[in-house]
């Protein structure tokens, strides 16, 4: 009978410690999203990444192959703003506008003469239109192939965001967990060649480094993911090792052990500690993951070209700065992007400290 009574007091308590562990779980996460501006950080950021994901998928225009192949479509300006200048070489494509003109079919606004060149002011999609009979429309006009400018930006962030994604997962969950567990079972006694290795790879400029993986071994979806994970990881494993050998020195992880806990459930704990700690340094890992994807179309790395990439996004509004519409979406999309990561992460490792 006392075994009975006995065996079920033990377990009363274990199931008051699980809805205790509970509790405090269903505390940090009402309490976080109690507050309007992190759910307004969590709404925005979801509804964002998401919204741009969808339109991608449901957008019609390819991002790699131009909807009219004309020389006509090279640098359309958006529709919305269509009037633009060019010039061309007298010859049998001018006396052809001259006669569309002629014929009231298209507007031509300007007509400069300079010897044998005309430049003309005019709509370029009036033009096509006349021409090819397909009624053109490029929110923001097209690149120097004649391909869609937003189906570029939709895709080249579709792709940047969840290479950043995957790779800062995979920064994370080695980082914390092997820096955590080396941390509690060598606590500081680890090779001091490994270490000096690691601390070494820290000193090297995360763009660098980047940058010199990324020459040797080219680009691709694939490499991104692994180049930006392995190279984040040494920064995170790092944080998360010192933090360990701090925290073993706490008074709790002696109490865990006189309490009979394994060294693999106070591993857990520590794991939990770690990853609210390391949230800031992942934001800022995101930061510097999406720099350096942006800087890698002008260093020619191989391939690069070949890939929707926010860096050759970058390098074509450099090329062709006349594209406002361009440059304001791309810029207002990468700072967002920066933005909104770091105050998301920065309000989920407070409301863990301030629990």
Same mark, same amino acid.
């Given at each position: ?30 309490? $976080?999203?109690? =507050? ?7 709404? @925005?950021?979801?509804?964002?990444? $998401? ?9 019609? =225009? ?48 300007? @007509? ?38 937003? %189906? ?82 040494? %920064? ?18 002696? %109490? ?18 770690? $990853? ?17 994807? %942006? ?61």
């Amino acid at each position: 009978m006392n075994n009975k009574f006995s065996f079920t007091k033990v377990n009363s308590t274990y199931l008051e410690n699980q809805n205790f562990k509970n509790s405090v779980n269903y505390s940090l996460t009402k309490r $976080f999203f109690k =507050n309007k501006l992190n759910l307004t950080l969590v709404i @925005i950021t979801i509804c964002w990444i $998401f919204g741009i994901w969808i339109a991608n998928l449901t957008y019609q =225009n390819s991002s790699y192959i131009p909807d009219h192949d004309s020389f006509l479509t090279y640098n359309l300006p958006s529709s919305l703003y269509p009037i633009i200048s060019r010039s061309f070489d007298k010859g049998p494509y001018t006396d052809y506008l001259f006669k569309l003109q002629d014929q009231g079919i298209i507007k031509l606004d300007n @007509i400069k003469n300079f010897q044998s060149t005309f430049t003309i002011t005019f709509n370029p999609y009036n033009v096509i239109e006349a021409i090819s009979g397909k009624h053109l429309f490029y929110l923001l006009g097209t690149n120097y192939n004649g391909v869609d400018n937003l %189906a570029i930006l939709l895709n080249s962030f579709s792709l940047t965001f969840l290479i950043l994604l995957i790779s800062a997962l995979i920064q994370g969950i080695l980082g914390i967990y092997i820096g955590t567990t080396l941390g509690y079972f060598y606590q500081g006694k680890t090779s001091k060649i490994s270490f000096w290795i690691i601390s070494v790879l820290m000193i090297i400029p995360f763009l660098f480094l980047n940058i010199i993986v990324f020459s040797l071994s080219g680009y691709s979806f694939i490499k991104a993911i692994l180049i930006l994970g392995i190279i984040g990881f040494f %920064a995170i494993f790092y944080f998360a090792y010192n933090n360990t050998v701090i925290i073993m020195q706490k008074q709790y992880i002696l %109490a865990y052990k006189v309490l009979g806990l394994s060294p693999w459930k106070i591993i857990y704990r520590i794991v939990k500690i770690n $990853f609210f700690t390391c949230l800031p340094l992942l934001a800022e890992q995101l930061s510097l993951g999406l720099i350096s994807l %942006a800087s890698l179309a002008f260093f020619n790395i191989s391939d690069i070209y070949q890939h929707a990439n926010i860096g050759n996004l970058y390098k074509q509004i450099i090329d062709n700065p006349s594209n406002i519409g361009l440059f304001i979406c791309t810029f207002t999309i990468s700072i967002l992007f920066i933005i909104l990561w770091k105050m998301l992460a920065i309000n989920v490792a407070k409301n863990f400290w301030n629990r």
